[in-house]
């Protein structure tokens, strides 16, 4: 059994040029140890592998209980350029919030 991230977490987005910032933040600070075991830099890439084609690379912000995931390659070559639908960086936080974590984890 498992749970969307987004039931113990929430995301903000940044964007610049053809990579995207996703800051995810705990809601209850005793989940931020369930955050840094299970989003590591290669789980979020395998779950956004649709949109993110470069490295992601995972910074801790234990003071705010948050993960940071610099995805790079990953807004289909930029905001501005790029003729996909809504390429955005909230986008892409809409999506990483819909990854499942075990819920036995909780």
């Known amino acids: 059994m498992s749970i969307r991230l987004h039931d ?14 996703l800051s995810v933040f705990a809601y209850d600070p005793a989940h ?21 084609q470069g490295d992601v690379t995972r910074y801790e912000m234990p003071n705010v209980d948050a993960l940071q995931f610099v995805c790079r390659q990953a807004l289909h070559s930029g905001v501005t350029t ?7 960086g909230k986008c892409l936080s809409s999506e990483l919030l819909e990854m499942q974590i075990p819920a036995s984890r909780v």
């Open 32 to 52: 931020y140890p369930l955050l840094c075991r299970e989003l590591t830099a290669e789980a979020v890439k395998a779950h956004l592998f649709r949109n993110v």
């Open 82 to 88: 790029s003729l996909t639908i809504d390429p955005h």
């Open 8 to 21: 113990i977490a929430h995301c903000r987005a940044g964007d610049k040029g053809n990579t995207s910032t």
